[in-house]
């Protein structure tokens, strides 16, 4: 079982700047590719960012693309998400999630996941 943490979330303006981080307790993400998701308020949920295991490749939403960076840090087991030039159709709650495979690939959909983490609330302010 891999329990993921986020943090990072909160009010911002627009134009602004926030910096997500997703750490897991207990167990290294070497292993796993990891995804950040988010949903809005009466919206399913969607792909933001992917990032492969061993820090290959990444692929992010046509949505966030130059805005929102993923990144991570095996050494310190965290995933980021940067996320830059907020607009408030940004706000929503942003979701870490983790994928156990074999292979460098990236993943997009969110029934590729094995694990989630609880959520953190992003709001962008006009």
């Known amino acids: 079982q891999v329990q993921l943490v986020e943090s990072g979330g909160g009010l911002v303006q627009a134009g602004g700047s926030l910096r997500l981080s997703c750490t897991a307790a207990?167990?290294?993400?070497?292993?796993?590719?990891m995804g950040w998701f988010r949903q809005a308020p009466g919206k399913e949920r969607e792909f933001v960012a992917t990032i492969t295991r061993g820090n290959t490749n990444t692929d992010t939403a046509e949505s966030v693309k130059g805005r929102f960076t993923i990144s991570r840090d095996d050494a310190k087991n965290t995933v980021y998400l940067q996320m830059n030039s907020l607009k408030p159709e940004d706000t929503a709650v942003y979701y870490c999630?983790?994928?156990?495979?074999?292979?460098?690939?990236?993943?997009?959909?969110?029934?590729?996941?094995?694990?989630w983490g609880q959520g953190t609330q992003v709001t962008v302010s006009s």
């Open positions: 999630a983790a994928k156990s495979t074999l292979f460098t690939s990236t993943y997009t959909r969110d029934r590729d996941y094995d694990y």
């Open positions: 207990g167990r290294t993400l070497t292993t796993y590719a």
